[in-house]
């Protein structure tokens, strides 16, 4: 398991922008699975975007065309850019870790809050 600890967050009108960052501990963060998860009051966990060891990216279809996942395997980092952000994308966004080939997500930071206004 790596530790993780994501910044970034915060308050943003609709329409708005903001970057994520999720900075892993350790020297094998090359070798992990990575993604952003969000969760609203009242809802489930959900995953928005994940980027493999390998930097096949994967998108919900709530967020396509509007966020960005990507890492720096030099900086152990990985990134969400979201653009044109919206009220529903309120939530704790949740940065997540898995070294193949463990399936599920098994590092987990403590979240940051972004919150868009109307």
């Known amino acids: 398991q790596v530790q993780l600890v994501e910044s970034g967050g915060g308050m943003v009108q609709a329409g708005g922008s903001l970057r994520l960052s999720c900075v892993a501990s350790?020297?094998?963060?090359?070798?992990?699975?990575m993604g952003w998860f969000r969760q609203a009051p009242g809802k489930e966990r959900e995953i928005v975007a994940a980027?493999?060891?390998?930097?096949?990216?994967y998108y919900a279809d709530s967020v396509k065309g509007r966020f960005t996942i990507s890492r720096d395997n030099a900086e152990n980092t990985v990134y969400l850019q979201m653009n044109s952000l919206k009220p529903e994308d309120t939530a704790i966004y949740y940065c997540?870790?898995?070294?193949?080939?463990?399936?599920?997500?098994?590092?987990w930071g403590q979240g940051t809050q972004v919150t868009v206004s109307s």
């Open positions: 350790g020297r094998t963060f090359s070798s992990y699975d």
């Open positions: 980027i493999r060891w390998i930097g096949n990216t």
């Open positions: 997540a870790a898995r070294r193949p080939p463990t399936y599920e997500y098994d590092s």
